[in-house]
């Protein structure tokens, strides 16, 4: 059953341009994530965040930034998309070990 | 930093027998090893996991095993079925409290009917 809710399912814009994904969990973990999966299907984790504070950050480029309003909800914003930004963005939540991810988000950038 | 490295890319394995997926590990501190199933587009799913203080743990159909010396720790599904066809990952992370999950490339498994 899901529990991670991820909007939008897909986006396709254009280089430059920002773009903005939902993230929101009902399972009452105080820890949220990012990861980034390639064409490859290689995960990268990007951020996590545990009770709305920044506790990993890996390096993305500065374009990428987080933002959580409460420890349900954990939001990606990406200024002017690049092409190699394309890829499928899944965010997570977790209690302690185990990750509950969502269904992801596909960018395509043209 | 950890490196996890998954030896199979893909495998195909006829319905009713065994898969093995094989990852190894760089860092002798990682102690909590999961694996994830991922069904085409879908997110990742927990299936098991195996800490460093036990060198076997089975639930149902799914056997993992951690050799700490070697580095080394396997996925055994056996029985396989049909439904059983996913990219399956395993990680690698420090003990509770450490956020980041260092994961394999990923095991694209075929059952074949």
Request: glycine content about 4%.
């Amino acid at each position: 059953e899901t529990a991670v809710f991820q909007t939008p399912n897909y986006h396709v814009t254009q280089v430059g341009n920002e773009v903005s994904f939902n993230c929101k969990q009902t399972l009452g973990h105080d820890t949220m994530y990012w990861y980034k999966q390639d064409s490859k299907k290689l995960l990268k984790i990007m951020f996590s965040y545990n009770n709305k504070q920044l506790i990993v950050n890996e390096t993305v480029p500065r374009r990428f930034s987080p933002q959580s309003s409460d420890k349900a909800h954990l939001n990606l914003r990406i200024k002017s998309v690049e092409p190699e930004d394309s890829a499928v963005y899944l965010c997570a939540s977790s209690p302690q070990n185990t990750l509950y991810f969502g269904a992801g988000t596909r960018l395509s950038v043209l | 930093g950890e490196k996890v490295e998954q030896h199979e890319s893909t495998l195909s394995v006829r319905e009713g027998d065994s898969a093995v997926i094989n990852c190894t590990y760089t860092d002798t501190a990682s102690s909590y090893f999961p694996w994830y199933k991922q069904e085409a587009g879908k997110g990742l799913h927990f299936v098991i996991d195996i800490r460093s203080n036990v060198d076997r743990k089975q639930s149902q159909r799914l056997i993992v095993l951690l050799d700490k010396k070697a580095k080394r720790f396997s996925l055994h599904i056996t029985a396989t079925q049909p439904e059983d066809s996913a990219i399956y990952f395993c990680a690698a992370s420090l003990n509770t409290g450490n956020y980041k999950y260092v994961f394999g490339a990923g095991t694209r498994l075929k059952v074949i009917a």
